[in-house]
């Protein structure tokens, strides 16, 4: 679909909280589409709709374990446990690298572009990329997180 332009740290947008995504229709799922392009792209893991400048719940990931692209609709952690501490990028934040704390493993519930519920459990790399992408919908960023 369409490259989108990605916010940088300093625009208010990546700061303010993203509103629930009442109905999936073509807006949304050409915005999916074209989150996932951005993505890949600028070679990301993950991003998150504030970060093209939509006040949305939603992002996508991909972390590159043979899944392809996983899309989040209106997603609320269920649980997390244990603890991982390492190294964070952005594609908000280009060229900063600062090593955070995240939970080393999440329990996430969302809905799909088809509107399907689901249930993800993750680990180690995905847990950090849910936790991450799922911050910016509540206006935080990574450098929020470092110690």
Do not use: W
Request: glycine fraction near 8%.
């Amino acid at each position: 679909m369409a490259i989108r332009k990605i916010r940088l740290k300093g625009d208010e947008v990546l700061r303010k909280n993203s509103k629930v995504v009442d109905k999936i229709d073509n807006r949304t799922l050409t915005l999916i589409e074209d989150m996932i392009d951005t993505m890949y792209e600028a070679d990301g893991v993950g991003l998150a709709a504030p970060q093209v400048g939509i006040l949305k719940r939603i992002f996508v990931i991909d972390v590159y374990d043979g899944e392809g692209a996983r899309v989040f609709i209106n997603p609320e952690i269920l649980e997390t446990s244990g603890s991982q501490y390492g190294e964070e990028g952005c594609l908000s934040v280009p060229g900063e690298f600062e090593d955070v704390e995240r939970p080393n493993y999440v329990k996430i519930k969302a809905l799909n572009e088809k509107g399907e519920e689901f249930i993800l459990e993750g680990e180690e790399l995905l847990a950090r990329a849910i936790v991450h992408e799922n911050d910016h919908l509540n206006g935080i960023l990574f450098i929020d997180k470092v110690r």
